[in-house]
């Protein structure tokens, strides 16, 4: 009989949010895992491994501010300093670059690992993401966020994906900024003009604009603005008449976002692009183009954009961009998946492993890369629970692996 509100009756019970995989599911997270990695460094990136906790002066630092609430934080009981167990690794590698390797050159940075945070990002949502990404530092140029985003894609289409199977939606923080610049807004009206438009509030802009008697070029700015979004060449198009007396700052931006986007198109012709000039999730660092891409159901596979301030943080202002993912959701979010994304049953069944001739031949098989499985004694595994597909048999004084009848 369960006793009531006994702990022992509930020691297999997880956090909320924290979830473990059975051997399929980790097998086609591991094999996704594996491929983005082949991927990325055929790119040219190079693997970091950032370490999982940090003194948290450093995790918060940069883009890290951002993540207060979501860093899980505990005392070092060897110096008393505060230490965090990271949320995201973006500040970490952007560490790495600014601190660790100290060069001029562009640095091509990429990395896959745990991070554990505070609370879900909705319902549904993971604590422990299994994170993927990369990071471009030293380049300002559009070509580094053309870069990152055709990366971003390479690596998200090995999961089985269509290029018509997603959506890139794109903004550009710049756009908002110039229009900020050129208005002349005070701080408190531009704060609220930033929290209405995060919400996607058209009307209370108006209202925030009206009621501070701003000149309505400015009221005409800031309406247009929240009504940009749509297909890639319609909004840009149509931004540049709107936008056409707001400043060389939104004209900067807007050229910005073309180059881009005519890059990723060139190489992903396929590719739906959506622009949204209202988008300003991220804003307070990112600093120009910013990016997400979604399936078709409208879940977030990937998002990212340039960060130019955050080496300023570690002592060394450097250019970056990059972007990043949940690797898990990737894999497991039902669609059509490669076969090699789970493990097919491609192995070699051993009877046993009395004779040290056979115990030879097998390790001679596992060498060579074949997955060989042995038999335990008196248990009821066999060949198809253990994914089998051949035996090792000895025929005329040889070992020789034949297809399981």
């Known amino acids: 009989m369960n006793i009531p509100n006994d702990p022992r009756t509930e020691r297999w019970l997880l956090p909320d949010g924290v979830n473990e995989l059975m051997p399929l599911d980790a097998w086609r997270v591991e094999s996704l895992r594996r491929q983005i990695m082949d ?6 990136y190079e ?4 370490p999982l906790i940090e003194y948290l002066d450093s995790l918060l630092t940069g883009t890290g501010e951002t993540l207060d609430l979501q860093t ?11 230490l965090g167990v990271r949320a995201d690794m973006t500040p970490q590698v952007a560490r790495i670059d600014a601190h660790a390797l100290r060069n001029d050159l562009p640095n091509r940075l990429f990395y896959t690992g745990s991070v554990l945070r505070a609370r879900t990002d909705g319902a549904g949502g993971s604590r422990t993401p299994l994170q993927f990404g990369a990071e471009l530092f030293g380049h300002a140029g559009p070509e580094s966020d053309a870069e990152i985003i055709q990366l971003m894609l390479d690596n998200v289409l090995l999961s089985g994906l269509d290029i018509s199977d997603v ?3 794109v903004g550009h923080v710049g756009v908002f900024r110039g229009l900020m610049s050129q208005a002349s807004l005070d701080q408190a009206l531009q704060e609220s003009l930033f929290q209405a438009l995060l919400r996607g509030s058209c009307p209370e802009v108006d209202e925030l604009l009206v009621s501070a008697g701003s000149p309505a070029r400015t009221q005409r700015h800031f309406r247009d603005l929240s009504a940009l979004r749509g297909e890639s060449s319609a909004v840009l198009a149509d931004a540049r008449q709107r936008f056409a007396d707001a400043g060389p700052a939104v004209a900067a931006a807007l050229d910005n976002l073309q180059a881009v986007i005519d890059a990723v198109q060139f190489t992903h012709p396929a590719l739906n692009v959506h622009i949204d000039l209202a988008e300003l999730r991220g804003y307070r660092y990112h600093t120009g183009m910013l990016f997400a891409l979604y399936d078709a159901n409208g879940s977030e596979l990937a998002r990212g954009g340039r960060y130019d301030a955050i080496g300023e943080s570690f002592g060394r202002a450097r250019p970056a961009t990059g972007f990043s993912g949940d690797l898990i959701q990737l894999a ?16 070699i069944w051993v009877d046993d492993n009395a004779s040290q001739e056979l115990w030879t031949e097998i390790r001679r098989l596992r060498k060579s890369g074949e997955r060989v499985v042995v038999a335990l004694k008196d248990s009821a595994m066999n060949a198809s629970s253990c994914h089998c597909d051949r035996t090792l048999r000895l025929v005329n004084n040889q070992w020789v692996v034949e297809p399981l009848i």
């Open 47 to 50: 693997l970091v491994m950032p």
């Open 332 to 347: 497991l979010t039902p669609r059509p998946i490669e076969q090699g994304m789970t493990p097919a049953a491609q192995g």
């Open 167 to 169: 959506l890139l939606d």
């Open 72 to 82: 899980i934080k505990f005392i070092d009981q060897q110096n008393g300093r505060t």
């Open 39 to 44: 991927s990325s460094y055929r790119w040219g």
